[in-house]
């Protein structure tokens, strides 16, 4: 099956109406549970087809980087993962 790059970039398009989160909200959910400086927020959708929105905190203490998947429907962390520096 042929890709279809024009399909690609309208679900890419689509993305931003589907989040009832903003970015803002998304970046002080992590940051509630992880304290440090945001680096990274990118909407993206799940292989469930769920938006989520990838938040990365860098912990300056110990260099650290926590990427956390927050739901971008309901403002819930669904997935924390810790990069060790």
Same mark, same amino acid.
């Given at each position: 099956?042929?890709?279809?790059?024009?399909?690609?970039?309208? *679900? !890419?398009?689509?993305?931003?109406?589907? %989040?009832?989160?903003?970015?803002? #909200?998304?970046?002080? =959910?992590?940051?509630?549970?992880?304290?440090?400086?945001?680096?990274?927020? *990118? !909407?993206?959708?799940?292989?469930?087809? %769920?938006?989520?929105?990838?938040? #990365?905190?860098?912990? =300056?203490?110990?260099?650290?980087?926590?990427?956390?998947?927050?739901?971008?429907?309901?403002?819930?962390?669904?997935?924390?993962?810790?990069?060790?520096?």
């Amino acid at each position: 099956m042929k890709a279809d790059p024009d399909g690609d970039k309208q *679900e !890419l398009a689509d993305l931003p109406g589907k %989040a009832k989160v903003s970015p803002r #909200d998304a970046a002080a =959910t992590a940051l509630g549970r992880t304290k440090g400086t945001v680096t990274s927020v *990118e !909407l993206d959708e799940t292989d469930a087809d %769920a938006v989520i929105w990838s938040v #990365d905190v860098m912990t =300056t203490s110990d260099w650290n980087k926590t990427t956390f998947d927050v739901d971008a429907a309901h403002r819930r962390i669904l997935r924390e993962h810790v990069d060790r520096g």
